[in-house]
């Protein structure tokens, strides 16, 4: 008997600690336009509501407290499946190249150690396109003798050789293959440039400092003649 009563007392203790939470939790009420439009409030979401999207209000305060989007469609959810993993990529492939960029500007002492470096990569650049423009210019030398001899044998009223043909349409063929990559290599090169003058940033700004000033530009304003003086 006595058990059973510690039993009771127990239970009891449990109903009113639970309901005593069920009251202090604030109660929310929702709204939403349904199928037809129609504009509803209830502190219970009905299943058909569940596909809407609705306003979630305090019945205390009268402020909204959250809102929910309505249930997409298979092919909406599948788009944004993709644009959510898109996004996580580029959160990833932002964070490597961060921590790469870290990594190599660590092996660094200098601003001059890093400019000598990048000086290298640009000589490399600069001598690649250099033997680009030395190969235009050669197969455009060979293209204008081509071109002149087949002139000359059109003039003559002789057919122009097959052979000579073919070897003019793959001067062309390649010499526009060659123009495009030296356009491309130049865009590299400019691209360099600026990939350099940012990484100097950084590299002051990973050791705390402020960038210093290229060659030939000026270090800041030049101290008040009344300072120079005190």
């Known amino acids: 008997m006595k058990t059973k009563l510690i ?19 604030p109660k929310k009420l929702y709204r939403w336009v349904d199928k037809d439009g129609k504009v509803q409030f209830s502190d219970t979401l009905p299943a058909e509501a569940l596909e809407h999207a609705r306003t ?28 959510a993993a898109e996004k996580a990529r580029e959160q990833r492939t932002a964070e490597q190249q961060r921590q790469t960029e870290e990594a190599m500007l660590a092996s660094y002492q200098s601003e001059e150690e890093l400019r000598r470096s990048f000086g ?19 197969q455009r030398n060979s293209l204008t003798s ?17 052979r000579q043909a073919a070897t003019i349409r793959e001067l062309h063929q390649e010499m526009a293959k060659q123009q495009n990559m030296l356009v491309v290599k130049q865009a590299e090169l400019m691209r360099l440039d600026q990939e350099l003058e940012y990484l100097v940033k950084r590299f002051h700004e990973l050791r705390g400092g402020t ?8 270090a800041g304003p030049a101290p008040a003649a009344d300072d120079a003086a005190g």
Do not use: F, H, W, Y
């Open 146 to 162: 081509l071109l002149a001899e087949a002139s000359e044998a059109e003039l003559a009223g002789k057919a122009v050789n097959a």
């Open 120 to 138: 290298m990569r640009v000589t490399l650049m600069q001598e690649n396109l250099n033997a680009i423009e030395a190969g235009i210019g050669s």
């Open 211 to 218: 960038t210093k000033p290229a060659d030939g530009e000026a």
């Open 7 to 25: 039993c009771l007392a127990v239970i009891a203790a449990v109903l009113a600690a639970g309901a005593a939470v069920a009251k202090d939790k």
């Open 56 to 83: 979630e209000i305090s019945s205390e305060s009268g402020r909204t407290t959250g809102e929910v989007g309505r249930a997409l469609t298979p092919e909406e959810q599948a788009e944004a499946d993709r644009i």
